[in-house]
């Protein structure tokens, strides 16, 4: 019975690997579907890794422009987490902006030497920011 040696099984890795990429698919796709589903089938959310937010967040909430890097959220009581990456010098003090502008009212807020954090809320929402430069995390929960 033949053998394959680690030169052959190296080539036919990158050979599928070019015919992966050549034929327009990407494999990280594939691997960012897989892992969307299997915490979409733990947790009955909706998770993104490509750049999209949940179907059901909530236009209510403005959100920085930016690249979304991560967005999961079933809704309801257990809300959604959107993570953006933005090419603003302060993606946080642009968020805030956005909130207030919005009608959202600051609760709370701290800045140190990890960034800042800050709640704040509308008659519906809550919504605490973290971030530090241009990378912004979004926690939305309903108002209860």
């Known amino acids: 019975m033949p053998t394959i040696t680690g030169r052959a099984a190296a ?7 070019a015919t ?4 327009g698919c990407n494999p990280f796709d594939a691997v960012n579907r897989e892992v969307e ?3 979409e089938s733990q947790t009955g959310g909706e998770v993104n890794l490509d750049g999209e937010l949940p179907s059901n967040f909530p236009e209510s909430v403005p959100l920085i422009d930016g690249d979304v ?3 999961a959220g ?3 009581e257990e809300g959604w987490v959107v993570i953006i990456s933005s090419s603003a010098a302060d993606g946080v003090a642009d968020a805030v902006t956005a909130l207030e502008g919005a009608g959202f009212s600051e609760d709370r807020s701290a800045t ?3 960034g800042t954090v800050a709640a704040y809320s509308d008659s ?8 530090d430069g241009n990378a912004v995390t979004y926690t939305v929960a309903p108002k209860s």
């Open 11 to 17: 080539a036919a890795a990158i050979a599928g690997l």
């Open 20 to 23: 992966l990429l050549l034929s």
């Open 37 to 39: 589903e299997a915490i």
């Open 69 to 71: 890097t991560f967005a």
């Open 74 to 76: 079933a809704g309801g």
């Open 112 to 114: 140190g030497p990890v």
């Open 124 to 131: 519906e929402y809550v919504v605490f920011l973290a971030g």
